[in-house]
């Protein structure tokens, strides 16, 4: 007998969906499996007013095939001179669902970032007067910190602090990579979630030096040893609402990822529920897909749940080796393997 699992229709919680040419090329990708999505700001140059932000939302409407029902939810990107009344404004337009924190130089785009989060104390202020989510990038960039510790530094050195003295800010710890991260939001209160990607739930530092540099498995924070990917896993599926879907889908070019310094980010927004799924039945947990694809984010946000459906079939699928766009190709995430789910 086939299989099918039918749940609510899922949103994605953190994506990069890019401007311009590559926006029109991957946009679909997210729209189709998902009814709504956080969007990234960290643009050349980022959105950082109230004006940048209605202005993409509209430029990616205008992407979206008309068929498809789908909500981007757009992000302001803090910098260390960001005006408290942004939070205010945006919130108060609808344009703003939510603040996202780069350190500065942490990731792509975060040149603009912030320096010491002592620079955005009233922004934070303000975030919590007006019930804005304050959206993390959890690492430390000092040179001295090793790549594979600056989440769980990150932890001791930021995030204590931020959630000691804005006790009502909600706070999502996006793409957490580490036993440490999922440890200290199940421990942290109400107000503080996390968002899991497809990658970091299936691949461990390793395959990133499998037989030589494998830039496709590259992407920030950066996969860790095995032990926290297992800690992921158990926390996706654990039940608890304080972990929900974020695939931080974030394509780069072929060529850009097939460099001498080649970007972070794995584009996965073509198979992303077929991949969560997988985790899922390995893990004996697809009765907990739903709450994590489906439930667990709109409720965090204070969002309604969505009322469409989405059937995801024990089916093969075959996923490209790569993605041919109109400008350039990508690579996708499981590029060449043969999946066991299908969105119907
Ligand atoms: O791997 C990543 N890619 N991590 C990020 O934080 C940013 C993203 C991107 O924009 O390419
Ligand atoms: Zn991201």
Known sequence: MTQTLTLRRPDDWHVHLRDGAMLADVVNHTARQFARAIVMPNLKPPVTTVEMGRAYRERILAAVDPSLDFTPLMVAYLTDTMDPEVMRRGKNEGVFTAAKLYPANATTNSSHGVTDI?????????MEDVGMPLLVHGEVTHKDVDIFDREAVFIDEVMVGLVKEHPNLKVVFEHITTQEAADFVTEAGENVAA???????????????EGGIRPHYYCLPIAKREKH???LRKAATSGSSKFFLG?????????????ACGCAGVF?????ME???LTFEEENALDQLEKFASINGPRFYGLPLNEGKMTLTKRDQLVPERITLSETDIIPFHAG???????S
Do not use: C, M, Q
């Open 247 to 259: 695939t931080d889908t974030a394509p780069h070019a072929v060529g850009a990822k097939e460099s």
């Open 275 to 277: 991949s969560y799924a």
């Open 337 to 343: 393997e043969t999946l066991g789910w299908s969105v």
């Open 118 to 126: 002592k620079n955005i104390h009233e922004v934070l202020d303000a």
């Open 268 to 272: 996965n927004a073509p198979f992303a």
């Open 229 to 231: 990917r297992l800690a």
């Open 195 to 209: 968002t899991i990607t497809p990658h970091h739930l299936r691949y461990n530092r390793n395959a990133i030096f």
